[in-house]
């Protein structure tokens, strides 16, 4: 596609149930990064992928999130059992390379746990 | 921590030149100096980045000080459509720092 692609926009759920969002990055893209955001605040690393190389998990917050990225393309952010605190937006970012290049963002799903 | 400083907001009249500041007094000698924006709703938007020289592209101007301490964004001619939170970040995507640390930015404002 054109440009990084999340879904859902918005995802509202019940405390305690789990949740999944995707991220398709831009083809060719080969290192993919997710981030969280909460009102007013600035972006909050979670995790990164790159090519078929280990993913830094250092910025999951907990043993309640996970991520995966098949076939080296599409990614799903899972958080089991959620939490009030986890509602924020949840932005996805692509890049062709991790050296120096611009990352392109997704528009981001937004998340609210009730 | 971030490694840079913004201050919090600033207005700009529409038309006019927008000069963002940004402090970076702990920059390393391998660290890019980046730019995006992020308009509400919307993902964060790239703007531009450097490392010694002042860089020019359609979007914008970013000038680093000759000690690399502290930058300006230039938006040369601003439109309502530049009213947006902008981010000012230090990187150099080499080892783990490509988790780009983010602060709170800058909410620039362009007033009609």
């Known amino acids: 596609g054109a440009g990084v692609s999340q879904s859902p926009s918005n995802k509202v759920t019940e405390k305690g149930k789990d949740v999944e969002l995707r991220c398709d990055p831009i083809s060719g893209h080969t290192a993919l990064y997710w981030y969280r955001q909460s009102l007013g605040q600035g972006l909050e690393f979670l995790i990164y992928?790159?090519?078929?190389?280990?993913?830094?998990k250092s910025g999951l917050p907990s043993d309640r999130f996970s991520a995966e990225r098949t076939g080296g393309s599409v990614s799903t952010l899972t958080i089991q059992r959620t939490q009030q605190e986890d509602s924020a937006v949840y932005l996805c970012?692509?890049?062709?390379?991790?050296?120096?290049?611009?990352?392109?963002f997704g528009q981001g799903t937004r998340l609210t746990v009730v | 921590d971030a490694k840079t400083t913004q201050p919090p907001s600033m207005d700009c009249a529409e038309g006019r030149a927008a000069n963002l500041p940004c402090n970076h007094s702990t920059i390393s000698g391998n660290e890019y100096v980046y730019w995006y924006r992020q308009i509400h709703s919307q993902g964060p938007q790239y703007i531009i980045h450097?490392?010694?020289?002042?860089e020019t592209n359609e979007m914008a101007s970013l000038i680093i000080t000759e000690d690399r301490k502290s930058s300006t964004l230039i938006l040369p001619h601003a439109t309502l459509r530049d009213t947006a939170v902008y981010y000012c970040i230090v990187s150099d995507f080499m080892d783990s720092n490509y988790q780009l640390i983010w602060g709170a930015g800058t909410k620039l404002i362009i007033k009609p």
């Open positions: 450097g490392l010694k020289n002042n």
């Open positions: 992928f790159q090519g078929n190389s280990a993913p830094d």
């Open positions: 970012a692509s890049s062709s390379q991790g050296s120096n290049t611009e990352a392109f």
